[in-house]
């Protein structure tokens, strides 16, 4: 069984930044695409980024420029990956999960986290 866990969320001002953790373990394969997916209140879920393992990432428009995705393939099998947030909108209000196990950089794979509410609000 795959396990992800996120920590980082919480309530920031407009123009804030937060950096968003996910802790993979169980049997994952270090060569799947990791990565974030956020659902707003009434929104469909939506990707923020993703991550390969040699490194190449992909973006959400409302992302780039302003979010950083980064991952670390520990060498007991754990992995680690995160999301570096900055200049925060009060449109990214949302519940972000991380999600691991797809093959590709534009879609999700089967494993999710619980999800970790960000709220943008002065």
């Known amino acids: 069984q795959v396990q992800l866990v996120e920590s980082g969320g919480g309530l920031v001002q407009p123009g804030g930044s937060l950096r968003l953790s996910c802790a993979a373990s169980?049997?994952?394969?270090?060569?799947?695409?990791m990565g974030w997916f956020r659902q707003a209140p009434g929104k469909q879920r939506e990707l923020v980024a993703t991550?390969?393992?040699?490194?190449?990432?992909?973006?959400?428009t409302f992302a780039e420029g302003r979010f950083t995705i980064s991952r670390d393939n520990g060498d007991n099998g754990d992995n680690m990956m995160y999301l570096q947030m900055n200049s925060l909108k009060p449109e990214d209000t949302a519940v972000y999960y991380c999600?691991?196990?797809?093959?590709?950089?534009?879609?999700?794979?089967?494993?999710w986290g619980q999800g970790v509410q960000v709220t943008v609000s002065s």
């Open positions: 999600n691991a196990g797809s093959r590709h950089l534009l879609s999700a794979g089967r494993y």
């Open positions: 169980g049997s994952f394969f270090d060569t799947d695409v």
């Open positions: 991550v390969s393992s040699g490194g190449t990432t992909k973006y959400g």
